[in-house]
């Protein structure tokens, strides 16, 4: 647990986002409970996206300022806390399943799906914005750590995770031994990476093209399976990544909640990453508290 404590400190400041969340309970103590569950929901999904990446966290974020922005400025608080009751909010603090109709979504309208949710959580979550303790919810207090946490959306992709370091060196130890090296050889030892968010995805796929590159076949060792992916392609994935080492090169799946039922990847595969940090409140309080 260390490095994700560690991860944590250089992606966005829990302490910060812990204040946060404590300011927006205190203005909302006195509205519905509806939107005090809305508020908590949205709290907790930037919770959880960043203990996965910090580019999951920083999307979020930038949507959640935006809209919060927007209010702001147009004062339009009736209209969403009435638009807060019709909204969804499901995708905040999940991800969508094999069964779920926006399976077949493609990546881009996910995206918007639960861009749309955060939207309408931080639209119907302000709060009072006539009382004296209004302009503390936004920006928080500590304006010069707000500003380095909000610059995280245009720094992510530079930020090199440290649970991402430790999963390239795996990488090297069993499965590329002179990774870094010229054409470096791959043993035939898999590995399955998963994780919940596109963009954890986006970020997994960048820096495992990037940190086996030059090695034997680089472009032919990572695939990708989610949601998106249509189902000749998923066929085409599974059989390449069950295939014996002389016929097939592919030794990396990254995977979304695409993958989690109903396929079966063993024939030589039993390493399986779980990206994300399991998420629960007393997991996030014992990584704030370091």
């Known amino acids: 647990m260390t490095d994700y404590r560690r991860m944590h400190r250089n992606s966005g400041s829990p302490p910060l986002l812990d204040q946060y969340r404590e300011i927006r309970e205190d203005r909302l103590k006195n509205e519905s409970k509806h939107q005090q569950a809305a508020a908590g929901l949205l709290v907790t999904g930037l919770q959880q996206r960043l203990l996965s990446s910090v580019e999951a966290f920083a999307r979020t974020l930038r949507v959640h ?97 440290p649970a991402f370091k430790k999963l390239v060196e795996w990488i090297r130890e069993h499965m590329c031994p002179n990774l870094g090296q010229p054409g470096a050889p791959w043993t035939d030892i898999r590995a399955i990476i998963f994780t919940e968010y596109d963009d954890t995805k986006r970020y997994l796929k960048q820096q495992l093209e990037a940190a086996i590159q030059g090695s034997d076949g680089a472009e032919q060792r990572i695939e990708i399976y989610h949601g998106p992916t249509p189902p000749a392609k998923r066929e085409e994935i599974k059989q390449a990544f069950n295939a014996t080492r002389a016929k097939r090169p592919v030794r990396i799946l990254v995977a979304t909640d695409a993958a989690r039922e109903g396929l079966n990847l063993q024939a030589h595969c039993w390493n399986l990453f779980h990206f994300d940090v399991p998420w629960n409140p007393s997991a996030w309080s014992s990584a704030t508290a370091v």
């Open 65 to 161: 300022r935006k809209t919060v922005q927007r209010q702001w400025e147009e004062g339009a608080r009736v209209r969403a806390v009435t638009a807060l009751k019709e909204s969804s909010l499901d995708l905040l603090t999940g991800s969508v399943g094999n069964n779920d109709d926006r399976a077949t979504f493609t990546e881009d309208q996910l995206q918007a799906e639960e861009d749309a949710q955060v939207a309408a959580a931080s639209a119907g979550t302000l709060g009072p914005t006539t009382d004296s303790s209004a302009k503390r919810t936004f920006p928080p207090k500590n304006k010069s750590s707000w500003t380095r946490w909000a610059s995280l959306p245009r720094t992510p992709g530079r930020v090199l995770m």
